[in-house]
């Protein structure tokens, strides 16, 4: 609840204050800079296609939160956790249509 108010706090006042906002994307830039060396470790074992977009794989966990935090909507509970990492690695397809050539 403290991490989920400051982040509000943080968009927030990032739109008012351009101090604030350069703080909050350096943060933010730190944050998906680790996350990209991570997916790049994945696809260098070959646990992650090479294809991928790595700036959208990274960003779109932190669209969620930042959705969620704008809107007031819950933030997802740590027992989510290995269903949203489930979701950015296996996407939205069915396995069958995951397993099909692209056309």
Same mark, same amino acid.
Request: glycine share 6%.
């Given at each position: 609840?403290?991490?989920?108010?400051?982040?509000?706090?943080?968009?927030?006042?990032?739109?008012?204050?351009?101090?604030?906002?350069?703080?909050?994307?350096?943060?933010?830039?730190?944050?998906?800079?680790?996350?990209?060396?991570?997916?790049?470790?994945?696809?260098?074992?070959?646990?992650?296609?090479? %294809?991928? !977009?790595? +700036?959208?794989? #990274?960003?779109?966990?932190?669209?969620?939160?930042?959705?969620?935090? *704008?809107?007031? =909507? @819950?933030?997802?509970? %740590?027992? !989510?956790? +290995?269903?949203? #990492?489930?979701?950015?690695?296996?996407?939205?397809?069915?396995?069958? *249509?995951?397993? =099909? @050539?692209?056309?």
């Amino acid at each position: 609840a403290e991490g989920e108010a400051f982040l509000r706090m943080s968009i927030a006042e990032s739109v008012r204050d351009e101090r604030i906002a350069a703080l909050y994307r350096a943060s933010t830039i730190r944050r998906e800079e680790q996350s990209r060396i991570t997916f790049q470790r994945a696809i260098d074992r070959g646990e992650v296609r090479t %294809d991928i !977009d790595i +700036d959208s794989a #990274v960003q779109w966990l932190g669209g969620v939160i930042t959705v969620r935090a *704008v809107s007031g =909507r @819950p933030m997802p509970p %740590d027992d !989510d956790v +290995d269903a949203l #990492v489930e979701f950015t690695l296996r996407g939205v397809l069915a396995d069958e *249509v995951a397993a =099909r @050539p692209p056309t």
